[in-house]
């Protein structure tokens, strides 16, 4: 048995070129298929992470799979806020518990969303702490499970690079790290949605002979008479400080990304449904049925993948065939010959056999290989949406 091996090694040696041409096709038509399964699989249970919570989802007119991504999943761009009046009026409602989230900020170059929010948000998703609590000033975060801070503090980006009078980045105080919950929320930065709205620029902090400039156009303060730009604005809020941060313009018309609802009863859900079926700027979504909606997408194209790569598998499994009784073609003397000097056909079957079962083998684990790089070289298919 050994010294067949040998041998069938021996002869794929030899023959590199070919071994390798058939290796690489069949490695190709497995590792294709194998990555596709991965990502999808991935996808699925990226957006399975909050089927069904929160039950209801209320947000700016638009779009609605850019709400629930956004909203849900903190993918996407940011749409146009609603304000916080349209949470309070929720809030006014009977029989739903509500959760107002702010979506417009990152922080550490992009690498994480910041999630401005209230302290009912841990409680209504059922997160536990590693360590710490929930933030209870301006300038606080609570920070996931994988989310990485230098020292305790998280730097937000700049929400406007080319505006000069754009806010200045917060470094935050990290007060709480969170369980892990498999979720897009072991991502997430989360502050109260006081200090989303410092980052916005209704609010800032500075020495009271600080006057600074009037607000630019299209800013925040815009339109505010008591608003104005601080020339030396407070970058890192603390004990210190605090009682410096204060707030321009009406709370009511300040931003709100979404709110996250939960119906105490199916009748307080269908009652608050019907309160915005025909709104002019508003949406209520069910965020379980548009994900499901969107999977059903996800399969159609996953079936066409399938009958795509069912069609290169038969291409390459003739390829293979033609390789092979080409290469018999050419070696047919010397089988003959091994045949001559007292070798049995079988075991030149055998021979054979183990040539194709090397090859086979060296397809697999090539292919198990690409796909593993596939996988964690190409981008999520949830961030390409």
């Not at 040696?13 to 990555?35: E, F, K």
């Not at 991504?69 to 509500?98: E, N």
């Not at 009652?271 to 915005?276: K, P």
């Amino acid at each position: 048995m050994k010294s067949m091996i040998r041998l069938a090694w021996s002869y794929i040696s030899a023959h590199r070129g070919q071994s390798i041409a058939m290796v690489v096709a069949v490695s190709l038509s497995l590792s294709l298929p194998l990555a596709t399964v991965q990502m999808v699989n991935q996808y699925e249970r990226q957006l399975l992470t909050r089927s069904g919570n929160p039950p209801l989802l209320l947000g700016p007119r638009g779009s609605r799979y850019d709400l629930i991504l956004k909203a849900q999943y903190f993918i996407g761009q940011s749409q146009t806020p609603m304000q916080w009046s349209v949470y309070q009026a929720v809030v006014a409602a009977k029989g739903v518990r509500s959760v107002p989230v702010h979506l417009r900020h990152t922080a550490q170059d992009e690498t994480n969303q910041v999630v401005g929010t209230v302290a009912d948000y841990f409680r209504v998703r059922k997160i536990s702490f590693i360590t710490g609590g929930v933030f209870a000033h301006p300038g606080e975060c609570v920070v996931g499970a994988s989310v990485s801070t230098n020292r305790g503090v998280v730097r937000t980006d700049i929400s406007n690079p080319f505006d000069l009078s754009a806010p200045p980045p917060l470094e935050l105080m990290v007060v709480g790290r969170l369980a892990p919950t498999g979720t897009p929320d072991d991502d997430a930065i989360f502050v109260s949605m006081e200090t989303a709205w410092i980052l916005d620029g209704y609010g800032h902090g500075h020495e009271q002979e600080d006057q600074g400039t009037a607000p630019s156009s299209g800013s925040a303060m815009d339109g505010d008479g008591s608003g104005h730009r601080p020339t030396s604005p407070i970058t890192r809020i603390d004990q210190t400080n605090r009682h410096k941060i204060h707030f321009h313009g009406n709370r009511d018309q300040f931003p709100v990304s979404a709110v996250l609802i939960w119906p105490t009863h199916l009748r307080d859900g269908v009652i608050l449904e019907g309160q915005y079926v025909d709104h002019a700027s508003l949406q209520i979504l069910q965020p379980d049925r548009e994900v499901q909606r969107l999977l059903e997408y996800v399969f159609q194209v996953r079936n066409l993948l399938h009958r795509v790569f069912i069609a290169l598998a038969g291409i390459t499994a003739l390829l293979v065939v033609v390789i092979v009784l080409q290469s018999l073609s050419v070696r047919r003397r010397d089988l003959e010959t091994m045949c001559l000097v007292g070798c049995s056909r079988r075991r030149v079957s055998f021979l054979i056999a183990w040539e194709l079962l090397i090859l086979v083998c060296g397809a697999i684990l090539l292919a198990v290989v690409t796909s593993a790089v596939m996988i964690e070289v190409l981008p999520s298919i949830v961030t390409l949406l």
